[in-house]
């Protein structure tokens, strides 16, 4: 096992936290080149290779503002595999980390837990299920202990079904689980840290309340055409913003079209309004492209104006 830095407990009552995976959560890993895995494909144990993926510093960030304490959960059984060291592992989560700093360059990770072991490694001294690789809890756990964190106001944050299962296992709420990927519901980071934000709960259970924020204003607008003159496609845009607010629980303060734009105005913060914006404009051009459309409503990387 390998913890990163050695945690220091604080004091006062235990404190939410939310645990990332690593790999294709924080940092790229499908999509590197072959010349990144030496040994075997997926096996990232060269720092030099670490490439955050978009947007995800900047949603650590947010969620680190909002209070929470941010730990870091990887399986790593190319060290049971004998591909790499516990070193090459420890340099590679280091450089990780590194790229991950607040604006004041501050560490937003207050820890990272690698499991290095595989129950059929090729070296005997990791040759086990243990309690530590995911889906088992036993990273989490120790992070709890050893962190002072309250996993029943906690959320976990991962690219496959054994990261939810090892929060789950861990006490945290199935909720509060979330998979990310084309598949889930939230395809990346940004998209899964708007749903932790958007909760209102968490302000008030949480020991530090996320911040108050201002109305932010975002702007989508059509590449070609005036496609909203068409009454009935500004009304299904119209309701699929408002049906978003509402699924979402981020407060719609006003909503306004025009023949070729929608402009949104969300009681939320850059990244959440970002988001919401995203899922807009991704449900209205399947509707509009479903209806025969060769075109879609809104360019593929959305036109947005924010507004803070």
């Known amino acids: 096992m390998t913890r990163f830095p050695q945690p220091v407990p ?3 009552p235990p404190r939410p936290a939310v645990f990332l995976d690593r790999d294709d959560t924080l940092i790229e890993n499908a ?7 030496p040994a075997t494909p997926g096996d990232l144990y060269l720092p030099e290779w670490v490439r955050p993926l978009p947007g995800t510093i900047d949603a650590c960030r947010a969620l680190a503002d909002a209070g929470f304490v941010l730990i870091v959960i990887t399986n790593q059984g190319c060290v049971a595999r004998g591909n790499a060291s516990l070193d090459q592992v420890r340099a590679t989560n280091q450089r990780m980390a590194e790229m991950f700093t607040s604006t004041s360059g501050d560490p937003l990770f207050q820890g990272i837990y690698a499991a290095p072991h595989h129950p059929e490694a090729s070296i005997p001294e990791w040759r086990a299920d243990h309690p530590w690789r995911k889906p088992n809890p036993g990273m989490i756990l120790a992070a709890c202990e050893e962190h002072a964190l309250d996993p029943s106001r906690s959320w976990l944050v991962g690219d496959a079904d054994r990261d939810r299962e090892a929060g789950i296992a861990a006490g945290l709420h199935p909720a509060r689980c979330l998979r990310i990927g084309a598949d889930a519901p939230c395809e990346a980071l940004p998209d899964a840290v708007s749903e932790i934000l958007a909760h209102k709960d968490i302000g008030a259970q949480a020991d530090t309340p996320i911040r108050a924020v201002d109305a932010t204003t975002v702007t989508l607008r059509a590449p070609f055409g005036d496609p909203l003159a068409d009454p009935a496609v500004r009304a299904t845009v119209e309701s699929v ?34 988001a919401f914006m995203a899922e807009l404009r991704r449900a209205t051009n ?17 036109d947005a104006e924010l507004d803070g």
């Open 10 to 12: 604080p004091p006062g």
């Open 31 to 37: 999509t590197l080149p072959p010349e990144a895995f």
């Open 241 to 274: 913003a408002r049906a978003i607010a509402e699924r979402t629980g981020i407060a719609l303060l006003a909503l306004s079209t025009d023949e070729r734009s929608i402009t949104a105005t969300l009681a939320t913060h850059r990244l959440a309004a970002t």
């Open 286 to 302: 399947a509707w509009h492209q479903g209806r025969g459309h060769p075109n879609p409503l809104w360019p593929r990387t959305p």
